[in-house]
């Protein structure tokens, strides 16, 4: 299996993996989550989310107008309903009033020539910073930061935010027309059965959804992917963990409300930053349970990554052997191509050694040919000692030769009585 973290195989063996429990889950998920510092990510990104609030209302809100019109004029007017209804849900009644429903209602007043303007896109690079934050924070708790190049990255980070975008301008008005208005976009005959399976899945499917959609952001967020099933644990602990921490916030700014300790004017802009920071607190404390999972039961290596782990180890090898040898294995195979042997290094040593042998015995063996052609005739019967010395001697005065007097051109033969030379080349002697 492949580690898609550590860029390496996991093995199969149970006893190698940690011990598969919940609570060593849980542990692990709050050890690698501290580690990476999951309160000044949620910070971040809460930063980036208030900063990048107002672009996205306006490229929700002004696009929304051009999808209006295959519902009707009622359609923007509901969506802007909606989107106050649920975040009363969600936030307090001061966050409401002071913060979301004017923005929502100046941004409807500008109209849909401001799509086309240069500051809505301008507001696109300003919005998609909160997408970019998740997407650092998810890579950083798969420890895959640095592996997609920084600029690609932010530039991604725009791209998945315009997608999310479209995908919400198209899917609001269908949220926000709700179980009861949209069977009557149906037939007639359809309109009754419609009605009742949506009054009864109507809302869970939607919390599916937000699941999945959570699950598909850690996905493409990671440059080394993961499948959606893997990444489900996760999101579906982020919904947890907002729900419970918007609920907690809720009560306790009743509860400080109630006992007449106020922030004063701060209170509705703190109480949205808290809001916000546990937005990015959820996701990223889901993205921390899905690497602490991919620990604990890595993930099986699909066909692809077997594909790319054997490229990888075989540059891996041939890195680790040049830096291993450095020039001297590039020496070798120069010398084994110059030779014609077509054969591949062994070692350091070994056939430096052999090649060094190989052409020491060859010069050897060549001076004495030499010498003994221009020794004469009485080489036969003398001793190898004697012979390769005149060899040389004889060599250095007619180691050209003459083709008709027995001699070798390329000074590469020898005569008759060349016994010295045939005995260090390893050739037979003539009797």
Not at 56 to 76: A, C, D, K, R, T
Request: hydrophobic fraction near 45%.
């Amino acid at each position: 299996m492949l580690d898609p973290e550590m860029g390496s195989p996991t093995g199969q063996d149970d006893r190698s993996a940690p011990e598969r429990r919940p609570l060593r889950l849980v542990a692990r998920t709050i050890t690698k989550a501290w580690e990476g510092n999951i309160f000044s990510e949620a910070a971040e990104a809460a930063f980036w989310q208030v900063l990048s609030f107002p672009p996205l209302l306006l490229g929700l809100l002004g696009s929304i107008g051009y999808v209006g019109e295959w519902f009707g004029p009622e359609v923007v007017q509901a969506v802007r309903d909606k989107i106050v209804s649920t975040c009363r849900t969600i936030f307090s009644g001061d966050v409401v009033n002071g913060v979301i429903t004017p923005t929502v209602d100046q941004i409807l007043t500008v109209g849909k020539g401001e799509i086309v303007s240069v500051g809505f896109l301008i507001s696109l690079w300003a919005g998609s910073s909160a997408m970019a934050s998740f997407v650092d924070a998810v890579t950083v708790a798969h420890g895959q930061y640095g592996v997609r190049h920084e600029v690609w990255q932010r530039i991604f980070a725009l791209l998945l935010y315009v997608v999310s975008l479209v995908l919400l301008i198209i899917g609001l008005p269908v949220l926000a027309l709700g179980p009861d208005v949209l069977p009557r976009f149906l037939p007639d005959r359809w309109q009754a059965v419609a009605e009742a399976w949506l009054s009864a899945f109507y809302y869970p499917v939607i919390g599916v959804l937000l699941v999945l959609a959570l699950a598909t952001l850690y996905k493409l967020a990671l440059p080394r992917k993961l499948p959606w099933h893997r990444l489900a644990p996760g999101a579906a602990l982020a919904m947890v963990v907002f729900i419970l921490s918007s609920v907690g916030l809720r009560l306790y700014i009743r509860w400080i409300t109630t006992t007449g300790y106020t922030y004063g004017a701060l209170a509705t802009p703190i109480a949205f930053l808290l809001f916000v920071f546990f937005i990015g607190l959820a996701i990223t404390i889901g993205a921390y349970f899905n690497s602490a999972i991919q620990e604990m039961w890595p993930a099986r290596m699909t066909r692809r990554q077997r594909r790319r782990w054997r490229r990888l180890e075989l540059v891996r090898a041939a890195e680790r052997i040049m830096s291993r040898d450095g020039g001297e294995a590039a020496d070798d195979a120069e010398e084994l191509r110059a030779r014609g042997t077509g054969r591949k290094v062994a070692g350091r040593g070994g056939s430096r050694g052999k090649a060094a042998g190989q052409g020491k015995a060859a010069g050897q063996g060549k001076a004495g040919g030499q010498g003994g052609h221009g020794g004469g005739k009485s080489g036969k019967g003398v001793r190898r000692r004697v012979a390769g010395r005149g060899g040389k001697r004889g060599g250095t005065k007619s180691g050209s030769g003459d083709p008709k007097q027995g001699g070798d051109p390329g000074g590469t033969g020898g005569g008759p009585g060349d016994k010295g030379a045939a005995g260090r080349t390893g050739q037979p002697e003539n009797a």
